[in-house]
């Protein structure tokens, strides 16, 4: 059993930057490959970023490639989302995720063993 807990949103102006966390509890953290998705007001959940178990490989969403970098630390049991010219439309709650057999590009897919509870990112023009 995995919990996670994302932390680290806020109110940002357009332009600003925020670093989002989700600390995951139990000891096989580093078996799992890792993903960001968010979902806005009347939209679905989408798809941001995704990291393999080592950190090795990364996969990002279109729309914010080259803004979001994900990494993880897993001695710290810890994956984060650093977000940096944030637009209005990256306003969302976000979400991370686990899953324990496939890669990014499977998480990518929305396939996941466990969700975190969210964290709202609200960027304001």
């Known amino acids: 059993q995995v919990q996670l807990v994302e932390s680290g949103g806020g109110l940002v102006q357009a332009g600003g930057s925020l670093r989002l966390s989700c600390a995951a509890s139990?000891?096989?953290?580093?078996?799992?490959?890792m993903g960001w998705f968010r979902q806005a007001p009347g939209k679905e959940r989408e798809f941001v970023a995704a990291i393999s178990w080592g950190g090795a490989t990364t996969y990002y969403a279109d729309s914010v490639k080259g803004r979001f970098t994900i990494s993880r630390d897993n001695a710290k049991n810890t994956v984060y989302l650093q977000m940096i010219s944030l637009k209005p439309e990256d306003t969302a709650v976000y979400y991370c995720s686990a899953k324990r057999v496939g890669g990014p590009e499977v998480v990518a897919t929305g396939a996941a063993d466990y969700w975190g509870q969210g964290t709202q990112v609200t960027v304001s023009s």
């Open positions: 139990g000891r096989t953290f580093s078996r799992y490959a």
